[in-house]
């Protein structure tokens, strides 16, 4: 079990939003940046957030990511059929000198 | 682009060894830290490994450390997980990811690691 608590699962509508939690504790999130993926299985997973709530080049505004102490927000609006994948949190904890994922969730766009 | 195509992944009993490799190309590669990351079947996402830029770092988790050994070929744009007494429980696809603002900015496809008696 992941330190860095994520749902298992999350669904909602094509348009509609989503959001997608990430819970930790002051040691691992609440003192690090917050990294935000999204994997379909059998490819290459890809940076959607990084620094809490920065979009690399290329990823829509549609993604949008915040942190508010101990826990981080991953949310997606205007939903496609296409965003269904696993998403995952993840940190670079410094004082441990280790990466962290949460423990993924899976996006249904129903 | 940003390429990473890891290799030498394969069926290998319990005990045994397996050198993984990552061809990156269309960054410059000895300036970038990198990593190691795995998912088994089935289960998300699990950090192995990470080495700065230089190479002079080497971070590994609890669960490979000892086994595993992270190391990088600028010369070749290169980076290596060697991987000695592997456990059926070392079974998954093993991704590398190029590391600039994230823990994992680019990755590669993954490599299947079997370990399998």
């Known amino acids: 079990q992941s330190v860095l608590t994520q749902p298992p699962s999350v669904s909602a509508a094509p348009g509609q939003k989503v959001t997608i939690s990430c819970s930790g504790s002051?040691?691992?999130?609440?003192?690090?940046?917050v990294s935000w993926y999204q994997h379909l299985p059998g490819t290459a997973p890809k940076l959607l957030i990084y620094?809490?709530?920065k979009r690399p080049s290329g990823i829509p505004d549609r993604f949008s990511g915040s942190k508010s102490g101990t826990s981080a927000t991953l949310g997606i609006t205007g939903l496609q059929t296409g965003d269904e994948a696993d998403f995952y949190c993840?940190?670079?904890?410094?004082?441990?000198?280790?990466?962290?994922f949460g423990g993924g969730t899976k996006l249904t766009v129903l | 682009q940003v390429q990473l195509v890891e290799s030498g992944g394969g069926v290998v009993q319990p005990g045994r060894s397996l050198r993984l490799s990552c061809a990156a190309s269309?960054?410059?590669?000895?300036?970038?830290?990198m990593h190691w990351v795995r998912q088994a079947p089935g289960k998300g996402l699990e950090w192995v490994a990470a080495?700065?830029?230089?190479?002079?770092?080497?971070y590994h988790a609890d669960s490979v450390k000892g086994r595993f050994t992270i190391s990088r070929d600028d010369s070749k744009n290169t980076l290596h997980l060697q991987m000695n007494s592997l456990r059926t429980e070392d079974t998954a696809v093993y991704f590398c990811?190029?590391?600039?603002?994230?823990?994992?900015?680019?990755w590669g496809q993954g490599t299947l690691v079997t370990v399998s008696s």
């Open positions: 990811a190029s590391a600039g603002i994230a823990v994992g900015d680019y």
């Open positions: 269309g960054f410059t590669f000895r300036s970038y830290a």
């Open positions: 080495i700065s830029y230089d190479g002079r770092n080497k």
């Open positions: 002051s040691s691992n999130i609440g003192n690090n940046y």
């Open positions: 620094d809490n709530n």
């Open positions: 993840g940190i670079w904890d410094s004082s441990l000198s280790a990466g962290v």
